[in-house]
């Protein structure tokens, strides 16, 4: 099994670039998922296979894995970005697991 | 539409019982796995349990094993969660959602897309 280990806030400016890190055990590319999580709605996925995004997210959002770390990156962060963002990785032992989650602030 | 409804949260006693449910529409319901996400007040998001869409095989998460029992009726297009033995840490709002994944090749390779479609979320307490 593995945690998934992200830092609890992240501040950006509008219009700059935010980071946001997920550090884990045996991270696979391709069994990495990243999540939106506005206040008031449920989650929703932005991010699947490490770095696609599905139909309807902004290209802005991107993503990577490197080693055992992965990173969800919003270019030209928007005001209506700011949520909570959690990263998500399956494994066949552990089968699902979430990170902490990371509050986005855009201020 | 594509859309998960749940329904059932409650308020229970530690030691007691509750079954949630979640009526799924818009898609093949059959044809998806499903999974149980929930989250306790103040902290991030715990997958609780899933039910695979290809061979109806069931997953929990190691805090839920042998209290919870993953169920699904393909004629209603409904995903169960009898929760059994129930905890005060239990209280969480419980998530249905949607999985997009398939195995593939004579060795099972396991391509994974995502947990694409969330419900709203129904509310459950375990408290004297």
């Known amino acids: 099994s593995h945690d998934l280990t992200q830092p609890p806030s992240v501040s950006v400016s509008p219009g700059q670039t935010a980071s946001i890190s997920c550090s884990g055990d045996e991270l696979r590319d391709d069994y990495v998922c990243w999540y939106q999580w506005k206040a008031g709605q449920s989650p929703a996925l932005v991010i699947f296979q490490g770095s696609r995004r599905p139909s309807g997210i902004p290209e802005r959002f991107s993503a990577s894995t490197s080693g055992n770390i992965a990173t969800l990156t919003i270019s030209g962060t928007q005001p209506m970005d700011e949520a909570d963002y959690y990263c998500q990785a399956w494994d066949i032992s552990t089968n699902v697991v979430f990170g902490g989650g990371t509050k986005l602030t855009v201020l | 539409e594509v859309q998960l409804l749940e329904s059932g949260g409650g308020l229970v006693q530690p030691g007691g019982s509750l079954r949630v449910s979640c009526v799924a529409s818009?898609?093949?319901?059959?044809?998806?796995?499903m999974d149980w996400v929930r989250q306790a007040p103040g902290k991030g998001l715990e997958w609780v349990s899933g039910f695979s869409g290809s061979d109806s095989r069931t997953f929990y998460a190691d805090s839920v094993k042998g209290r919870f029992t993953i169920s699904r009726d393909t004629f209603n297009n409904t995903l169960y969660l009898q929760m059994s033995r129930l905890r005060v840490e239990d209280t969480a709002v419980y998530y249905c959602?949607?999985?997009?994944?398939?195995?593939?090749?004579?060795?099972?390779?396991?391509?994974?897309?995502?947990?694409?479609?969330w419900g709203q979320g129904t509310t459950v307490t375990v408290s004297s």
């Open positions: 959602v949607r999985r997009s994944d398939f195995w593939s090749g004579p060795n099972g390779h396991y391509h994974y897309y995502g947990m694409d479609v």
């Open positions: 818009g898609f093949s319901f059959s044809t998806y796995a």
